[in-house]
Structure formats: structure tokens, C-alpha cells
């Protein structure tokens, strides 16, 4: 591809032996930056979380490079592979099958390995559904305060799962999380049944692709939504808005959250939560809540 009309993009320095976590499109082939595509062009080497899928997008823009496999099973062993070509003062990039490098996908690793090398790592960003979703989430965001905690993958285990949807239910910050279709339904559900009804949420699917969907539910509407849905096909993206602030706290409970702030700093959630149960006679569940309040605000 050819750059010619974009000067600027030859002014971007590209120092050799450097890592370049490279941001790739998350449906729409228009996601990729104008950057992405500088840097592609411009590094010695690629490294893929999955080389089969990655072709087929170098391959969109006229990109040929030597790619290199480099997904969660064998991403230390890649590191290496990977250190020993900036070692030698080549430039690598590295992308994943869609989005940004590191979250949620292979990639976390490779940095950490690379910058105990003691090279550098440049990160190129673009397309996240983080992002995207956030910047569509409109009520469900300004209920949150524009604060936000981004979960990962929604877990399969019963106990990973009851502690993330006591902390979403808790949070006064939004919650973000992916999902897949097979598991999409009966995690709504759940989610619906522990939120007050009237908590917002924000169900995206298939973000920047052709059947691309954002539906604003609130937490009561769930159920319906889920019998008339036409498709739970592709991937998805939820936003919860955190819970809204108690404007009728009690003395008592401001009280408690003086003594939870003081320990915040130093004390995670689950500790705070034990120094109130111990020395002020609090139930579990009274102190761990007003630990969880103690670190929203």
C-alpha cells in the first residue's frame, strides 16, 4: 500500500529492536490505522496470535512479512524467538486475531518478557471493544461517573463467577465483560436476577461488523429482550452501570466508611473487610460491602 499522500506518517520514528504492539481491525477491515499500516510495512518480522487468520489480513493490504506463530501456549518460547531478532536490531511488530494486543488476548507476556530484555516496546493503538462500547454506552457511562472496570472474559466457574457478579452488583464504577454466544443467555439471566431492576446495561454484538447490535436494557427488561431476540450469534461486549450511590446513608454507615477509607490504601477489599468484622462486630457481608464502597469512591 502506498503512502505517498500521508507525509506525516514518515515522520514517525521507528527505532530499530523495538517491539511494536500493533492494534488490528475487530470486524471492519476500516478499524486499521493508518499507523498500523506505516508500522507493518516498515518491521522486519510479525509475530501472530494466529498466523492462518493473520495472513489473511496482511495479505488485504498488500503486507508481506516473515510471521512468526505466537499465541498462549507457547508465547514465553516465541518471546525468546522474538527477543533474539531485536537483539540483532530488527524491528518486530506483534497483533492479535482482532483488536489490541494484550487484553484479553496473547500478548501480556511477550511485553513483560521483551522489557526484562531491556527493549523497548512501542504499543500502536486502534480498534478495542473496550472502547468502542464505552464510547456508545451513553447513560449507562455518565450513571458511572465515566469510571469503569474492564472484567475480561465472563468466567465459567461457579465461584470465579459469584464473586464477579457480587463485585459488579457492589461497584459503583461500570462493569465491562465479553461473552460468548453459547453462554450469552444464561449469563444475562443471571446477571438480570442479582441487579436491581432498574440498573442499566448495554448489550453490544458483533461491534463494527455487518450485523453490528447495541441494545439498552435495563436490568428488568432482560428477560424480554432475551425471548424476542432475533440473533445471540457472534460476539459480545456488556456494560453494567455501577450501582448508584445510597443519598440516604446513614451516620453510622459514613462512619464506617471513614474507617474503610483509612485502611484502603494499604489493605485490599477482603482484609479491610476483616479488620471491620473483627474489631467493630460487623456481619461478613455488612463489612465487606463497605469495603467495596470504600473503593469506588
Request: hydrophobic share 40%; with cysteine.
Amino acid at each position: 500500500m502506498e503512502f505517498s499522500s500521508f507525509d506525516f506518517l514518515k515522520q514517525q520514528d521507528l527505532p530499530s529492536g523495538a517491539l511494536y504492539m500493533v492494534a488490528t481491525p475487530i470486524g471492519n477491515l476500516g478499524d486499521i490505522t493508518l499507523r498500523a499500516l506505516h508500522v507493518l510495512n516498515a518491521v522486519d518480522g510479525i509475530a501472530c496470535e494466529d498466523t492462518r487468520h493473520s495472513a489473511a489480513l496482511l495479505q488485504q493490504f498488500g503486507i508481506h512479512k516473515k510471521c512468526l506463530a505466537l499465541h498462549e501456549h507457547n508465547e514465553i518460547g516465541g518471546a525468546q524467538t522474538v527477543i533474539q531478532h531485536l537483539l540483532n536490531n530488527e524491528r518486530w511488530a506483534y497483533i492479535s486475531d482482532a483488536g489490541t494486543p494484550g487484553v484479553s488476548d496473547p500478548g501480556a507476556r511477550l511485553v513483560n518478557e521483551v522489557q526484562k530484555a531491556g527493549l523497548r516496546v512501542i504499543p500502536i493503538p486502534g480498534a478495542s471493544a473496550v472502547s468502542g462500547a464505552i464510547s456508545a454506552a451513553g447513560s449507562v457511562m455518565h450513571h458511572s461517573e465515566g469510571r469503569f472496570q474492564f472484567l475480561g472474559f465472563w468466567p465459567n466457574k461457579t465461584k470465579e463467577r459469584d464473586a464477579l457478579i457480587q463485585d459488579i452488583s457492589s461497584s459503583r464504577k461500570a462493569s465491562i465483560f465479553f461473552e460468548s454466544p453459547h453462554h450469552i443467555k444464561e449469563t444475562l439471566a443471571l446477571l438480570a436476577k442479582n441487579l436491581e431492576p432498574d440498573r442499566q446495561l448495554l448489550v453490544c454484538r458483533e461491534l463494527t461488523k455487518k450485523f453490528e447490535q447495541l441494545v439498552p436494557l435495563q436490568a428488568q427488561e432482560v428477560a424480554n429482550w432475551l425471548e424476542v431476540a432475533e440473533s445471540l450469534k457472534g460476539e459480545f461486549v456488556i456494560v453494567v452501570a455501577g450501582r448508584s450511590a445510597n443519598s440516604d446513608e446513614t451516620p453510622e454507615h459514613s462512619s464506617l466508611l471513614l474507617w474503610a477509607n483509612a485502611l484502603s490504601p494499604y489493605l485490599g477489599s477482603k482484609e479491610i473487610a476483616a479488620v471491620l468484622s473483627q474489631t467493630l462486630g460487623l456481619t461478613k457481608k455488612e463489612a465487606y460491602q463497605i469495603a467495596l464502597d470504600a473503593k469506588s469512591e
